[in-house]
């Protein structure tokens, strides 16, 4: 029988966070594991299951903590089994330290007889330095690795030099989150009925100027005197809507009761419209971005390469820190890379957007490159050179561009100027007394060419 399975023993829920963990990080650098996966979900374990992987396997990992004994400092019946089990197969087929406890927690050695007299590895002060040893202690027993593996210079990488570099510390940090608040807006806003879409649309047409939601023959708008003359065959007609309501802010963001249209589900969606047209169709459209349809029907804005356009410089809001960032560039000999946004409206926890970043790439600096796959390539590829630090600068440094000369972030939507929505400059940010100490290598690009999904997916396109 062909030996090519590290077993994971773990029979108590306590455990699970780091039996996921250990099977997850094995499983990437290219070792065929086993764990119990219905035990993992709370299921009944199948016994005759778990034997014949034990009898398949070349190593069993024993997840050892004080959470293998019962509470009178009995060892439990599932561990026990599984354990004594390993011994029975280790004996009969003479394997050498077929068994290697993973000592996970500060219990003592001796919960299990036996096993005092085994070399435990210690996960007790880090994750990663365990990994360290139990690795070192595989290959030099030569456990040997998937037979169709492709090896993982990321997964090494991650979890020899990054993480075990890295650690939660208590410090004051500041955090940015993806959520953009509306800073100022008018109080109310007002949904036009017309008899029919054309009429609607003619209306809209009419007033540009200003961020109007179109949505079948409704129009929604924060402006309470629309221009509804309009001029046909040289003749002015006022195209007059059939209804007008008026909602306040706190009508949209507390509800209200009403059994005939429109109802506060309805007013909601047009709100949120209204709220969308204002950035995206007015406020983006101004700044001169393109828009972007994705697969996945979501639209994305991104700056295209004109010829004026330069690094965007901002200081940190908090501190004197500055920073220049660009959102676009050369990307190898394919064309540029652009940093874009898809903004989703949101009316809790706060008043505003949902931003999400993408990267894209054009052949010209303007022009999408045409080809999903190769979009995903791409992206992949240059995705590994951001680290949490660089996407979030990419996205200060493009709401930062979204200012006008004085400072502000401001969409005008009322044709009289009465009236404008303003954004606040950065999004929604928060204070944590915990922080996460960053490595102090970076990572090399050389190293993680061969990342597995990568290589994968290049496998699987040449078939």
């Known amino acids: 029988m062909a030996r090519d399975t590290i077993f994971i023993s773990h029979a108590t829920p306590q455990d699970n966070e780091f039996s996921i963990w250990i099977a997850s990080r094995l499983e990437m650098l290219g070792y065929n594991t086993w764990i119990d996966k219905e035990g993992l979900l709370g299921g009944e374990r199948f016994w005759p299951t778990i034997q014949k992987a034990i009898e398949s396997s070349i190593k069993v990992l024993f997840v050892y903590s004080k959470n293998i004994v019962t509470h009178d400092g009995i060892l439990k019946p599932g561990i026990e089994n599984e354990i004594e089990y390993a011994k029975s197969i280790a004996s009969q087929h003479g394997l050498q330290d077929f068994i290697i406890p993973l000592h996970i927690d500060e219990s003592p050695?001796?919960?299990?007889?036996?096993?005092?007299?085994?070399?435990?590895?210690s996960f007790n002060d880090n994750w990663a330095d365990g990994l360290k040893q139990l690795l070192k202690k595989i290959e030099k027993d030569a456990v040997p690795k998937k037979s169709m593996n492709i090896e993982s210079t990321f997964s090494e990488w991650y979890e020899n030099e990054y993480i075990s570099n890295c650690s939660i510390i208590s410090k004051t940090e500041l955090f940015y989150t993806s959520w953009w608040q509306v800073k100022d807006i008018p109080q109310q806003f007002y949904?036009?009925?017309?008899?029919?879409?054309?009429?609607?649309?003619?209306?809209r047409d009419l007033n540009k100027d200003i961020p109007i939601s179109l949505q079948s023959n409704i129009l929604s708008s924060f402006d309470k005197k629309l221009n509804f003359t309009v001029l046909r065959d040289g003749e002015q007609i006022e195209v007059l809507p059939e209804n007008t309501y008026t909602f306040s802010l706190s009508d949209v963001l507390e509800g209200f009761e009403s059994d005939k249209f429109p109802q506060h589900r309805e007013v909601e969606n047009h709100f949120k419209r209204l709220l969308y047209c204002c950035i995206a169709s007015n406020l983006f459209w101004r700044k001169w971005l393109k828009k972007y349809e994705m697969s996945n029907k979501r639209i994305a804005y991104f700056l295209p390469k004109y010829d004026w356009v330069k690094k965007i410089d901002f200081t940190y809001p908090f501190g004197n820190r500055k920073k220049s960032r660009s959102i676009l560039g050369k990307y190898e000999n394919i064309g540029s890379w652009h940093y874009g946004i898809s903004i989703q409206t949101i009316l809790f926890p706060i008043v505003g957007f949902s931003i999400k970043s993408h990267i894209l790439f054009t052949s010209d600096g303007f022009k999408i490159i045409d080809d999903d796959k190769k979009q995903h390539s791409?992206?992949?590829?240059?995705?590994?050179?951001?680290?949490?630090?660089?996407?979030?600068?990419?996205?200060?440094?493009?709401?930062?561009?979204?200012?006008?000369?004085?400072?502000?972030?401001?969409?005008?939507?009322?044709?009289?100027?009465?009236?404008d929505l303003e954004m606040k400059e950065w999004p929604e940010m928060f204070w944590s007394e915990v922080g996460y100490n960053d490595p102090n290598a970076?990572?090399?690009i050389d190293k993680v060419e061969a990342y597995i999904e990568e290589i994968t997916e290049e496998g699987e396109s040449d078939d």
């Not at 949904?191 to 209306?203: S, W």
């Not at 992206?379 to 200012?403: H, M, P, S």
């Open 109 to 121: 050695y001796n919960l299990v007889i036996g096993l005092p007299n085994i070399n435990h590895i």
């Open 191 to 203: 949904m036009y009925l017309f008899t029919n879409a054309a009429q609607a649309k003619a209306i």
């Open 378 to 419: 791409y992206r992949r590829k240059k995705g590994k050179r951001f680290f949490n630090e660089e996407w979030r600068d990419l996205q200060l440094a493009f709401i930062q561009r979204l200012k006008d000369e004085d400072g502000k972030i401001k969409i005008k939507v009322s044709v009289s100027d009465e009236y």
């Open 442 to 444: 970076k990572m090399d």
